[in-house]
């Protein structure tokens, strides 16, 4: 396979870089292509999707878990200073990962460490797989100012291996992959998330809509405060909505805003479209609407020109 | 962990049974609970989708391709007869396999192949995993009667794993599952989608809906006829629709029929519901329609009861 040249966008594995390639320098990693500003921490632009971040513990709200990463977006810091001093804007590299999360295109990642020598910030880099952008969110940060968050997950050695060997893309294109496949929406389904579809008859509550498949009706499960790390949401009814796919999708992005008095709010348009329908044995918890309000749909100005 | 009694439903792994484990007989596998009827093919029900099906090649028309297969449903054939002589309907084993791919509930897969001993029918079956349905369609069989047929792909190591140990399920209980988590649909993209969704903005062919996200709006690309095996459809932009992921649910479903002017039928009432809208630079070929009209949306009766 032709390598790509430099300044060329690379989504997906590059040709030539296996899982644990170390670099001495992040130099070394742009002329690979690996993750090619050297300065910043996230590659990739609006339109097109995040290509790669770096992990080098310059951000002291990160979390590494492994094969689960909570990142944390960029700027909100004046040039050449190491601490927070206002909101981190939701544009650029921080809009790049958003973008990724809607396409499904994987993102490389790079984790930087001390390389040993004592030298403070020489640092050695090693490249880490590919993951993809499971959800973003906003919080304040230590700092006390808004941060930008990330939950990625590590892909499987059966996904990345699909997403191998065909990924130089030629400048200036705007498709943002040569995938041939990425996976785009991962809807989970837990005991209590069928319970409250149930309840709802498969009916959708915010717009109403039940759909109709040859076997029975077809809902999908919101977690309203996600499960996991870091907002550790209950697995409760009052932690699910029943939703159609389209305000499923709404809802994780941050689209609608819910009040305690259940009234919806569509964030594109900024009007109120309804109340959200309830059912007799299903009661959302007011706390977890609250935290969905506090992370996701409030707080920020969105954009929603494409 | 305590083995699950006799006659309760086990979905995912069953505790205890590695994958290669294999069995002298049907009556092995029964006991085991890996596959708990004597004779039939699938074990399931519509309501709380399959737990188990087994390839023993004794429907002519299913297609083993290892973590690929083409599974074909049920009936169709009299007792005690090898050759089907009517068209097999989308109830029982059927639509259980149906609601598996609604639920994205895993199925195992056993496999069986004669023991070797020569003599005609005896058999032993392998467990061979944990799969999911991805597809269903209906086809010709090559005895010139319908048949039900359903694609299953063999879930990634990653994704077995976190479906292991929790799987007894208490008789009479209503819930299918007890996994902790579910994958329930997988969205691909490729380029010529991302170039087709472009073309229409984002917005939705048949209902013209744009999902706003705050980096840009959110649409599927539902490829008309399938890729790969069997369908073999081609990845050009005449072979693939814009949709929001409601209307996609629903096409993947065979729940909307499309003729070639464009008109679209709701087959849940029968009723016409608009036109699928268009784009100057998008042109849908009028022969993967008829494909998607032969296979998934007209001949046959469908029961939107759940």
């Known amino acids: 396979m032709k390598r790509p040249g430099r300044g060329r966008k690379v989504y997906g594995t590059v040709p ?63 040039k050449d200073e190491r601490k927070q001093t206002f909101d981190q804007p939701l544009t650029r590299g921080n809009a790049a990962l958003v973008t990724s999360m809607t396409t499904g295109a994987p993102v490389r990642v790079i984790r930087g460490e001390p390389d040993g020598s004592g030298r403070s910030g020489s640092m050695i880099y090693r490249y880490d797989g590919l993951f993809r952008v499971v959800e973003f969110w906003h919080a304040t940060g230590k700092s006390g100012f808004l941060v930008w968050r990330y939950r990625l997950v590590k892909l499987s050695t059966d996904e990345s291996r699909s997403q191998e060997a065909q990924f130089e893309e030629p400048a200036g294109q705007d498709a943002p992959t040569r995938l041939e496949v990425t996976i785009q929406r991962v809807v989970r389904s837990t005991k209590v998330a069928n319970h409250v579809k149930r309840a709802h008859r498969f009916t959708c509550q915010v717009c109403g809509i039940r759909l109709a498949t040859p076997t029975g009706a077809y809902a999908e499960a919101a977690h309203v405060r996600a499960l996991g790390r870091p907002h550790n949401g209950p697995d409760v009814a009052g932690n699910v909505l029943c939703l159609c796919p389209n305000h499923h999708t709404l809802f994780d992005f941050g689209m ?51």
């Open 16 to 78: 030539g870089i296996k899982i644990g390639h170390v670099f001495a320098s992040r130099q070394g990693l742009s002329e690979a292509l690996v993750h090619r500003p050297n300065q910043a921490g996230i590659c990739g632009t609006k339109g097109l999707g995040a290509e790669s971040i770096v992990l080098s513990g310059g951000y002291e709200d990160d979390e590494d878990h492994g094969d689960v990463i909570v990142y944390t977006g960029q700027g909100g810091r004046k």
């Open 256 to 306: 609608l805003t819910i009040a305690d008095d259940l009234t919806i709010t569509d964030r594109a348009t900024g009007t109120e479209i309804g109340k959200l329908r309830e059912a007799p044995n299903h009661r959302i918890d007011r706390t977890h609407l609250a935290y969905h309000r506090e992370h996701h749909s409030e707080g920020w100005k969105h954009d929603t020109k494409d």
